[in-house]
């Protein structure tokens, strides 16, 4: 198995700028995370899918955070407009309805 | 909401020897408690977890105990080797997808 793919690795931007971060599960996974990890407040869980359907946003930071799942095998997590504060390394993770989480390797973003 | 507190933050080791990291958490409810190594620009990526209706769990040279009173759980690595040196998380949820992280502990073995 490939594991959780994530996209791209690396994204520098400027601010104001949109961002699209791309996550594929592991196949056969019912359940994605999204988190965000930084030095000041560790992992952080944005948003969590089961199903396809988000049934917890409750640590996306702002409006300015958006994620869709409009399949199984594929999510997005956009941030528009980026601020600097937003720089961060974002993890993918899936599950198959249990508490076990695979990661992917993240993708690390910076905000000029 | 769950709080998880980690330590030690640093832990250095000669090589050969143990190593243990200590969590405590807040939540009686919790039940399951993983543990994560990360590796330098890698995802962390679960070594073991344990289940609140075991007391201990042992995988190799890696061991997690978990005390429900107290409410706390270890990680022990014997016999460390360079590969282990990483950063280490343990976690804690309540039978839920929430799994709320410790502050990680890096551990360096030293050849």
């Known amino acids: 198995d490939a594991g959780v793919i994530q996209s791209p690795r690396h994204e520098v931007t400027e601010m104001g700028q949109e961002v699209t971060l791309r996550c594929k599960p592991i196949?056969?996974?019912?359940?994605l995370f999204w988190y965000r990890q930084t030095m000041m407040r560790g992992l952080e869980l944005l948003i969590y899918?089961?199903?396809?359907?988000?049934?917890?946003d409750s640590g996306m930071p702002e409006d300015r955070f958006s994620a869709k799942m409009p399949n199984a095998s594929f999510s997005t997590l956009k941030i528009q407009p980026s601020e600097p504060r937003d720089s961060a390394v974002y993890f993918c993770?899936?599950?198959?309805?249990?508490?076990?989480?695979?990661f992917g390797p993240g993708t690390r973003l910076t905000v000029l | 909401g769950e709080n998880v507190e980690q330590h030690p933050s640093t832990l250095s080791v000669q090589e050969g020897d143990s190593a243990v990291i200590k969590c405590t958490y807040s939540?009686?409810?919790?039940?399951?408690f993983p543990w994560y190594k990360q590796e330098l620009g890698k995802g962390p990526q679960l070594i073991i977890d344990?289940?609140?209706?075991?007391g201990e769990k042992k995988d190799q040279r890696i061991a997690v105990t978990l005390n429900k009173t107290a409410k706390h759980f270890s990680l022990h690595i014997t016999e460390t080797q360079p590969e282990d040196s990483a950063v280490y998380f343990c976690?804690?949820?309540?039978?839920?997808?929430?799994?709320?992280f410790g502050a990680g502990t890096t551990v360096t073995v030293r050849a």
């Open positions: 939540d009686s409810a919790s039940n399951y």
């Open positions: 899918f089961n199903n396809n359907v988000p049934i917890d």
């Open positions: 976690a804690a949820s309540s039978n839920d997808y929430k799994l709320s």
């Open positions: 993770a899936s599950s198959f309805q249990s508490d076990e989480q695979f």
């Open positions: 196949s056969g996974h019912n359940s």
């Open positions: 344990i289940r609140s209706n075991v």
